[in-house]
């Protein structure tokens, strides 16, 4: 599949932030139906599901978040997290293409735990594009 890499790499910040290697590519069944888990880990008796996609465009990755929201909340109960990482950039013509994705799912989900959107920025500031590895905002969400 051309997203694996952003599992693999995924998979290896968050082992990076946390000290503990994640669940990567899980395949699963859930009331008759088959799913694929990108990252998972369980911390602090708490789910964590993340969805990765190479994707760029923002319906598709307002689809994939809820979907992946759903997924952790079946999966792991009311308390699970979840979050997609996907190459939605900060700005477009209109403005903060990345703000609004957030701000739109912020509005509509009303899940005791918020949704989160990891974007090309963040992408950026994990890789060390502009200096050494920040992967402070993947930790803070990993400790919420």
Not at 10 to 35: M, S, Y
């Amino acid at each position: 599949m051309k997203g694996d890499w952003l599992e693999v790499a995924v998979a290896k910040w968050v082992e990076d932030a946390t000290g503990t290697r994640p669940f990567q590519g899980i395949d699963c069944w859930l009331n008759n139906h088959q799913l694929e888990v990108d990252v998972a880990m369980v911390r602090a008796h708490r789910l964590y599901v993340i969805s990765c996609t190479t994707d760029d465009k923002k319906g598709l990755c307002k689809t994939k978040l809820f979907e992946v929201a759903m997924r952790a909340r079946q999966l792991g109960g009311d308390l699970a997290r979840s979050a997609l990482v996907c190459l939605i950039d900060g700005h477009d013509s209109q403005g903060k293409y990345i703000d609004r994705l957030r701000g739109d799912v912020a509005s509509v989900w009303e899940a005791p735990n918020k949704l989160q959107v990891f974007g090309l920025a963040d992408l950026r500031e994990w890789t060390a594009t502009a200096g050494s590895p920040n992967l402070d905002s993947l930790k803070r969400w990993l400790d919420s």
